[in-house]
């Protein structure tokens, strides 16, 4: 079936340095991938999803590249906010179902002053 | 603004219990799911539906029913509640016609003693 790893479980980063978090993939099927966003108490929404292999796709400062020969697709941005402190999670829609996702373990990003 | 409701947003029951857990969304979606969120586990796929009277079995089915009542209500059962479902649910609708974008409701916080 369809997986997905996001391997870090916390990312601790002061204000204003850059940050990439890690987003890999498994399924037999031509992939979708999405990043949603969690912060504190909130429900989780949408950040960004991806678009043709390796083209870029950016959503308020946050970027991601889907690279399906690595079956990658990495979370980044330039120079984080304390704003950005939440929990990412990166989700599949493969394997024939274009309306069932598959979510990793999630990545806590905590920005410090 | 999308909007997913749902209820109640707090529950304690004991085990063997008996719990309804109910979502409605005003989207005119047609697809509505229900996730479990636990730390370390991410988001997991409990059931899912595509209409009124439609129900696919998720990635964590395994003591849960549901059922989908109308395009707009879509609600979770627990007929003997054991302490590993105490976890916090929430509900999701998507549509094609919305790019498949997953819009969560506040969810709903079981604990089962």
């Known amino acids: 079936g369809d997986s997905v790893t996001q391997t870090e479980g916390l990312v601790t980063l002061t204000k204003g340095l850059p940050v990439m978090l890690n987003c890999t993939y498994q399924?037999?099927?031509?992939?979708?991938l999405f990043w949603y966003v969690q912060h504190l108490n909130e429900a989780p929404k949408l950040l960004l999803k991806?678009?043709?292999?390796?083209k870029r796709t950016e959503h308020q400062g946050f970027y991601a590249t889907l690279h399906k020969s690595s079956s990658s697709f990495h979370l980044q941005k330039s120079s984080v906010q304390l704003s950005d402190s939440a929990l990412y999670f990166c989700a599949l829609s493969g394997t024939g179902s274009f309306n069932k996702l598959t979510f990793g373990a999630g990545t806590r990003l905590a920005v410090c002053p | 603004e999308a909007a997913v409701t749902q209820s109640p947003r707090n529950k304690v029951t004991v085990t063997g219990g008996n719990v309804t857990l109910s979502c409605r969304q005003t989207?005119?979606?047609?697809?509505m799911y229900w996730y479990r969120q636990d730390t370390g586990h991410g988001l997991r796929l409990i059931h899912y539906?595509?209409?009124?009277?439609?129900?696919q079995i998720g990635d964590v089915p395994d003591g849960y029913k549901a059922t989908r009542t109308t395009q707009e209500d879509f609600f979770l059962l627990l007929e003997l509640a054991s302490p590993s479902q105490t976890s916090l649910y929430f509900c999701?609708?998507?549509?094609?016609?919305?790019?498949?974008?997953?819009?969560f409701g506040e969810g709903s916080r079981l604990i089962v003693v």
């Open positions: 989207n005119s979606h047609n697809y």
């Open positions: 539906s595509y209409g009124a009277g439609n129900l």
């Open positions: 991806s678009s043709t292999d390796n």
């Open positions: 999701a609708s998507s549509d094609p016609r919305s790019g498949n974008t997953l819009y």
């Open positions: 399924t037999t099927y031509s992939p979708f």
